[in-house]
Structures are given as C-alpha cells and as structure tokens.
C-alpha cells in the first residue's frame, strides 16, 4: 500500500523553463509535506515544506503547492538550473501522534544546458 | 558541526555474515532514524528511536536490530546478512520541535 506516489520517475527539462515535479498522498492524517533533493552518492538534503493549513510555500526559485481535496502537491522549480538534476523525493508525516515519514520512489530530474 | 555521519561507507558481506552499521549526529537531536534506498522503491523506514534508549518498528524491520545506548548514536545491526539486504542505508535525525529530518551520506551494502 503506497501512501505517497511519485508517478513520473523522470523528467527532462530544458534548463531556464520551470520544472514539475508531482506527489500524490492517500492518507488523510498527513499533514506535513517535505521536498527533498539527491544527488548521486550523497544523502538526500531538505528542499521545501509545506504543512496542510497552507496552500502554497516558496522559496527562491522553488515553490509547493498542496492541495488537500485532490491529496496532490506539486514542486515548481523556476528557472531550473543545471545544478537542479537530482532525483526529488516527497515525504508525508503526521504531526500527531507518530515519528514516522512516508516517501515516495522519486523522480530523477534532469535539467538540459 | 559534522552533522549526521555514518560508518562505513561501503561493506561487502557474505550471506550468513553479521555486521553492524553506526550512525552518529552531533546536533543533539532526539529523534533517529534508519532508512533503506532499493531502485524503484524510495526510501523505507526500517526502525526509528525518539529517545536515548528507545526504538521501533519502521516499515521493513524484519533481518534487523538496532540500539540506541546513546543519544548521539544509533546502531543498525545485520544478525545474518541475506542478498535481499543489498541496498544503500540511510541514517537521519530530527529534533521534537521541528519536522526536518537531516541524513547522513549513505552506506552502501553489498550482501553476495
């Protein structure tokens, strides 16, 4: 039972376009939502969060949406850079009552010159 | 600050073989985790601690231990390493009072 899916495992993008980068949830206790970047050989490093009583986070060139009725968040990467190609992991986690995260399998983001 | 950090980087184990990973943080951080990465799988919560001397059950905990003696320290013990544990494991911490979690740089298994 995948509570969080990631449905594209890659994306090519043109490098100065914007990025897409999606994640679906299927439970409704989740109420945090965290972005994180990979690169190869490297831990996975914290993006971006948003927690469910928003709609919208930004951060410089890296913006989340959440949708709760859709249980949908989107990360936009505007301009993408080069630097950005990594593989994007969303994670899901209740506040209350348990530690735990969910993640999803990823999407390898690839930003062409 | 070292952050989060994790011993060894890379081990080649024979089925059967026993070992244990170490992970470490300086940030005084109370809550650990221990996560592993399969191609096509993401990143799975294997077992987790809120507190010196606590731990759970994460997703996939079966074939592991861990121990958390100290709070700066967080162990993943192999009993009996299988090939189906070949993966890459990932150690992370986060305090009470936030919700990001910080990993470590991986330690890539390797169980022939």
């Known amino acids: 039972d995948q509570q969080v899916k990631q449905n594209s495992p890659s994306l090519s993008v043109q490098e100065g376009r914007i990025s897409i980068l999606n994640c679906d949830y299927t439970n409704s206790m989740f109420d945090y939502f965290l972005w994180y970047k990979k690169y190869p050989a490297e831990g996975p490093t914290f993006l971006i969060s948003?927690?469910?009583?928003?709609d919208k986070n930004e951060d410089g060139r890296f913006t989340v949406f959440l949708n709760k009725s859709a249980k949908h968040l989107s990360l936009h990467i505007v301009p993408s850079q080069p630097g950005d190609s990594a593989v994007y992991f969303c994670?899901?986690?209740?506040?209350?009552?348990?530690?735990?995260?969910?993640f999803g399998t990823g999407t390898r983001l690839k930003v062409l010159a | 600050n070292a952050g989060v950090t994790q011993t060894p980087k890379f081990r080649v184990l024979k089925t059967g073989q026993s070992m244990t990973l170490l992970c470490a943080q300086d940030m005084n951080h109370e809550y650990m985790y221990w996560y592993r990465q399969d191609p096509g799988m993401g990143l799975r919560l294997i077992h987790y601690s809120v507190g010196e001397g606590t731990t759970a059950k994460g997703e996939v905990p079966d074939g592991y231990n861990v121990s958390r003696l100290k709070k700066q320290n967080f162990l993943l013990g192999l009993e009996s390493a299988a090939p189906s544990q070949t993966s890459v494991y990932f150690c992370a911490s986060r305090s009470p009072g936030g919700q990001t979690q910080y990993f470590g740089p991986g330690t890539r298994l390797l169980v022939l």
């Open positions: 948003i927690s469910s009583i928003k």
């Open positions: 994670a899901a986690t209740s506040t209350s009552g348990t530690y735990k995260y969910i």
